[in-house]
């Protein structure tokens, strides 16, 4: 089973910055294709990002390029979600995610919410 624990949510104006945090505390993290997703008031889940094992590749939606970069530390188990530029209908819960194995994500965290103001 792999736990995982987002932190690092709040309430930040348009234009401002925001870091996310996925503690993935036990399991073998470096095994792991994370992701990032989010989901707005009313709306369905969609993929932020997501980023290899050993960080070398990462995609991004459309939507977030050029504004928000997905890392990860492999020796402490975690993967962040640096939001630049954040724009009001950024706001969601953002979660994240591991893939184990090739498989789809099947792992997820409980969610941080992220609210962008105008």
């Known amino acids: 089973q792999v736990q995982l624990v987002e932190s690092g949510g709040g309430l930040v104006q348009a234009g401002g910055s925001l870091r996310v945090s996925c503690a993935a505390p036990?399991?073998?993290?470096?095994?792991?294709?994370m992701g990032w997703f989010r989901q707005a008031p009313g709306k369905g889940r969609e993929f932020v990002a997501r980023?290899?094992?050993?960080?070398?590749?990462?995609y991004y939606a459309d939507s977030v390029k050029g504004r928000f970069t997905i890392s990860r530390d492999n020796a402490k188990k975690t993967v962040y979600l640096q939001m630049n530029s954040l724009k009001p209908e950024d706001t969601a819960v953002y979660y994240c995610?591991?893939?184990?194995?090739?498989?789809?994500?099947?792992?997820w965290g409980q969610g941080t919410q992220v609210t962008v103001s105008s």
């Open positions: 995610a591991a893939s184990v194995g090739g498989a789809d994500f099947g792992f």
């Open positions: 036990g399991g073998i993290f470096r095994n792991y294709v």
């Open positions: 980023i290899s094992w050993s960080g070398g590749s990462t």
